[in-house]
C-alpha cells in the first residue's frame, strides 16, 4: 500500500474510468456515482478540506459528512430522504473501494455503514393480477402508437427486460418470429453482461401485431410515432 500524493478530489475522474473499465459497470452507474460525489466535493470545500489527501481522510471526517447530508437543506427548504442519503454514502464507500483496489492508503470501504431503518424506506410494492391486466388493456390498441404500448408492456411483463435493455432492442432481432409462438434472446444486459430472455407466446402474438403495422426501415424496434422525420426514432 502507498500514500498518494494526489488530493481526493483529482481521484474521481480516475475512479469513474475504474468503474468503466475494470468494474463494467453501466454508463448509468457511473453517471450516478459522479452525481452524487459532488455532494461530497461540495462537503470538502465547505470545510475547507478540498486538498486533503486519501490518507489523511478520517473516521470523524466520515462522521461529519454524515452530519451535513442529515442537515441539509436545499434553497427551498428540502431535506434529503434517508435513501438519498444513503445513495451519497454508497458512491463514497466505492471511492474508498477504490483506493483499497489500486494500494492506496485510506480508510477502509467498511468504515461507512448504512442504517438499516433508511434501507427499510426503500420498500417494494407489487401488482395483483387484476391492476397487471388493466395495466395491459390500458392502450388502445385500435392505433399504431396503442399496439406499440401494449406490445412493449407485454413485453416487459413476459421478460422482465430493464427499461434500457427494451429499448435498445432493434427491428432486425425480430425478422424471423413470424412462425415462432415463443422465442428465447440473447440480449446484453447491466454491466454489459450477456443473457438469455424469454418472450411468452402472448408477448411474442403482440410483437408480431405492432410489426405488421411498421412500414418503415427504423433500425430500434420500438419507435416514437411523434419523432420530427430527422430525429432518433428510438425511445428512450
Same mark, same amino acid.
Given at each position: 500500500?502507498?500514500?498518494?500524493?494526489?488530493?481526493?478530489? +483529482?481521484? =474521481?475522474?480516475?475512479?469513474?474510468?475504474?468503474?468503466?473499465?475494470?468494474?463494467?459497470? !453501466?454508463?448509468?452507474?457511473? +453517471?450516478?456515482?459522479?452525481?452524487?460525489?459532488?455532494?461530497?466535493?461540495?462537503?470538502?470545500?465547505?470545510?475547507? +478540506?478540498?486538498?486533503?489527501?486519501?490518507?489523511?481522510?478520517?473516521?470523524?471526517?466520515?462522521?461529519?459528512?454524515?452530519?451535513?447530508?442529515?442537515?441539509?437543506?436545499?434553497?427551498?427548504?428540502?431535506?434529503?430522504?434517508?435513501?438519498?442519503?444513503?445513495?451519497?454514502?454508497? @458512491?463514497?464507500? !466505492?471511492?474508498?473501494?477504490?483506493?483499497?483496489?489500486?494500494?492506496?492508503?485510506?480508510?477502509?470501504?467498511?468504515?461507512?455503514?448504512?442504517?438499516?431503518?433508511?434501507?427499510?424506506?426503500?420498500?417494494?410494492?407489487?401488482?395483483?393480477?387484476?391492476?397487471?391486466?388493466?395495466?395491459?388493456? @390500458?392502450?388502445?390498441?385500435?392505433?399504431?402508437?396503442?399496439?406499440?404500448?401494449?406490445? =412493449?408492456?407485454?413485453?416487459? *411483463?413476459?421478460?422482465?427486460?430493464?427499461? !434500457?435493455?427494451?429499448? @435498445?432492442?432493434?427491428?432486425?432481432?425480430?425478422?424471423?418470429?413470424?412462425? +415462432?409462438?415463443?422465442?428465447?434472446?440473447?440480449?446484453?444486459?447491466?454491466?454489459?453482461?450477456?443473457?438469455?430472455?424469454?418472450?411468452?407466446?402472448? !408477448?411474442?402474438?403482440?410483437?408480431?401485431?405492432?410489426?405488421?403495422?411498421?412500414?418503415?426501415?427504423?433500425?430500434?424496434? *420500438? =419507435?416514437?410515432?411523434?419523432?420530427?422525420?430527422?430525429?432518433?426514432?428510438?425511445?428512450?
Amino acid at each position: 500500500m502507498k500514500k498518494s500524493e494526489k488530493i481526493i478530489i +483529482k481521484h =474521481i475522474p480516475d475512479f469513474l474510468d475504474y468503474c468503466e473499465v475494470e468494474k463494467g459497470l !453501466a454508463d448509468r452507474t457511473q +453517471k450516478d456515482y459522479n452525481q452524487y460525489l459532488k455532494k461530497f466535493v461540495e462537503w470538502l470545500k465547505n470545510t475547507k +478540506k478540498e486538498a486533503l489527501l486519501p490518507h489523511e481522510l478520517t473516521s470523524d471526517d466520515i462522521w461529519a459528512y454524515r452530519l451535513y447530508l442529515s442537515r441539509y437543506t436545499d434553497e427551498k427548504g428540502r431535506s434529503l430522504k434517508k435513501v438519498t442519503q444513503n445513495y451519497y454514502l454508497i @458512491a463514497l464507500r !466505492a471511492l474508498l473501494g477504490y483506493f483499497t483496489a489500486k494500494d492506496i492508503v485510506s480508510l477502509p470501504a467498511d468504515k461507512i455503514t448504512l442504517p438499516k431503518a433508511a434501507m427499510a424506506e426503500k420498500t417494494v410494492k407489487f401488482l395483483n393480477l387484476e391492476q397487471i391486466e388493466r395495466l395491459l388493456l @390500458a392502450p388502445n390498441t385500435n392505433s399504431h402508437q396503442g399496439l406499440r404500448d401494449r406490445a =412493449i408492456l407485454e413485453t416487459l *411483463f413476459s421478460t422482465g427486460l430493464r427499461i !434500457a435493455e427494451l429499448v @435498445a432492442l432493434n427491428h432486425e432481432q425480430f425478422a424471423n418470429v413470424r412462425d +415462432k409462438k415463443d422465442l428465447e434472446l440473447g440480449i446484453i444486459g447491466k454491466g454489459s453482461h450477456p443473457r438469455t430472455v424469454y418472450f411468452s407466446e402472448r !408477448a411474442l402474438s403482440w410483437l408480431k401485431k405492432y410489426l405488421e403495422t411498421r412500414k418503415d426501415k427504423a433500425k430500434p424496434l *420500438f =419507435i416514437h410515432y411523434k419523432s420530427r422525420r430527422d430525429a432518433e426514432p428510438r425511445l428512450t
